[in-house]
């Protein structure tokens, strides 16, 4: 420890901010998806003839089976239940809530998968698995998964 | 004929063989008879088998796995999907008889979907809708089609005054007269036949003013077949954003020796205590012995050119996400008073990459503010 010690004069912090130009293309299944959010404020599935499981978010192809999905589309539910969560602790401009607040999976009736997203008005300490909520769309489409504004339990 | 929804009953037969999927239907062996009565209509079997596909058209219906029984407009209807299948079964309008599972299981998988047949008279009958005023000022033509086979006819069409007039049959006194068969005059207005291939190939014969044909092009839009707009109705969402991350680097004992160094116009190095090469920029160990190199010394400024490298392609720069000027050429070199093979790499004047090569000498350039960054060092150019 003694050289980091003689050494340490010329260390020094440099701030610094990465940027990456990106762009997003939803894809034909991911686009009617986020259409249906904005435009109808109804969350969409679909199901796999082959097995039967009805992927939220939507994919172009079964999991399991390979099979292409994008023609069978289903109506769900605004209202699931907590599969899973975490609670965000810190604090970053990416971040779509100032901390702590809750991301959780949420499987919606109808569906077999999870679907990603904010829990609201519930102190973060008291979320459980298997706690009931229902999406509360955004007054502003951002034309992304935000179109729902978060989720929050069901009184 | 009859057309429904702008097409007809033997158009989805007509097309069943290029629409057929030899992959989808392995070990099929079924007949499916087809009675479509009304006008329009008539029967044909559909024979699958070795995944083969044989398709006629036939008086009487001979013993067939299945048979489906429907009326043209059903008929055309579900297959554009103009009418759903499933509602006009439940209503008696699509009936069965026979192995009704050899149909559902097997017709989906055997044939890419109907899309209507983009015939000749449709695509000339369009003209006067497509045609564009405002491009034909002063012009005077008048243009005969001649088109042969089973969808083929034959038009005059009167362009004058801005105006644009359609009528079937051929005057003898056109500008110019186009002769060919339908079904090329379709490919060259849907993109499927290449035009100076068709012209070239003497499938399109020309009367008349050869220029006046070559101008006539300009004066439509494009035609575009019905239901294709559907598709382009399609909204898909795309999405730009820049994300940013926010970065923090401390430069550790060394790095911290060597921006300082920047700073004041000197490079600086380590030598490791037991191989005694010179690292460039100080390295807190040397890789080879793994033993701490604490041995700060300075080198250069000058260099010896080993290799330079030209960049065609530039990556977003990282800190502004802005894609640089390409080509720029980097150079890797080794400081005077530095250990040879252990190079340093670093960019070179632009002015100089026609100029550089191996074995040149080169100095440091560098940036009047300095702060103790990597941009204190602008780049490396040509000591001479």
Request: net charge negative; aromatic share 8%; charged share 25%.
């Amino acid at each position: 420890m003694s050289q980091l010690k003689k050494s340490m004069d010329e260390c020094f912090v440099q701030e610094g901010k990465m940027s990456l130009p990106n762009q997003y293309f939803a894809g034909r299944v991911g686009s009617k998806f986020i259409i249906a959010l904005r435009d109808e404020k109804k969350i969409l599935g679909v199901r796999c003839p082959e097995c039967g499981l009805v992927y939220c978010p939507p994919r172009e192809y079964c999991d399991k089976d390979l099979t292409k999905l994008d023609e069978n589309w289903v109506d769900l539910s605004s209202e699931g239940v907590i599969t899973n969560f975490t609670v965000v602790n810190y604090n970053d401009k990416h971040l779509p809530r100032k901390a702590p607040f809750v991301l959780a999976l949420i499987k919606v009736d109808g569906a077999d998968t999870p679907l990603g997203h904010i829990v609201e008005g519930i102190d973060p300490a008291l979320v459980q698995i298997g706690m009931r909520v229902k999406a509360v769309f955004a007054d502003q489409t951002t034309n992304t998964i935000r179109d729902i504004d978060h989720f929050e339990p069901l009184t | 004929m009859a057309e429904y929804f702008g097409s007809k009953v033997e158009d989805i037969f007509n097309t069943m063989p290029a629409r057929f999927l030899p992959q989808g239907v392995a070990g099929v062996d079924v007949v499916i008879g087809y009675d479509i009565s009304g006008e329009g209509g008539g029967r044909w079997t559909v024979t699958i088998r070795d995944a083969t596909l044989a398709v006629a058209a036939v008086a009487e219906l001979p013993k067939c796995s299945v048979v489906l029984i429907s009326d043209p407009e059903t008929f055309v209807g579900s297959a554009l999907g103009k009418i759903d299948a499933a509602e006009a079964f439940g209503a008696g309008k699509i009936k069965f008889t026979g192995d009704i599972t050899a149909v559902l299981n097997v017709l989906p998988k055997a044939f890419s979907p109907f899309k209507p047949v983009v015939r000749a008279g449709a695509i000339i009958e369009s003209m006067p809708e497509r045609f564009k005023p405002e491009k034909a000022e002063g012009v005077n033509l008048k243009i005969g089609y001649d088109l042969s086979g089973a969808d083929g006819g034959a038009w005059t069409m009167l362009i004058k005054d801005g105006t644009c007039t359609l009528k079937n049959g051929l005057d003898s006194d056109c500008t110019v007269t186009m002769r060919m068969a339908a079904d090329v005059f379709v490919g060259l207005n849907t993109g499927k036949i290449d035009p100076a291939a068709a012209f070239g190939g003497g499938q399109v014969k020309i009367e008349g003013d050869i220029m006046a044909a070559g101008t006539t092009a300009k004066l439509f839009g494009k035609f575009e077949a019905a239901g294709a707009q559907e598709k382009k109705g399609e909204e898909l969402i795309s999405l730009k954003c820049i994300p940013t991350i926010n970065q923090r680097f401390a430069t550790g004992t060394h790095m911290g020796k060597w921006f300082a160094g920047l700073k004041d116009k000197r490079i600086v190095g380590t030598r490791c205590p037991q191989c005694h090469r010179v690292l460039v920029p100080p390295s807190e160990v040397c890789a080879i012995c793994r033993v701490r190199t604490d041995d700060f010394v300075e080198v250069g400024p000058k260099a010896t050119v080993c290799q330079i490298d030209t960049v065609y392609y530039a990556s977003p720069d990282p800190l502004s996400g802005q894609v640089r000027h390409t080509p720029y050429a980097g150079a890797y070199m080794v400081f005077d008073g530095g250990t040879p093979y252990e190079s340093f790499a670093m960019e070179i004047n632009p002015k100089d990459m026609d100029r550089i090569k191996p074995g040149m000498k080169v100095r440091p350039v560098w940036n009047t503010e300095r702060s103790g960054t990597f941009t204190d060092l602008l780049y490396f150019e040509i000591d001479d």
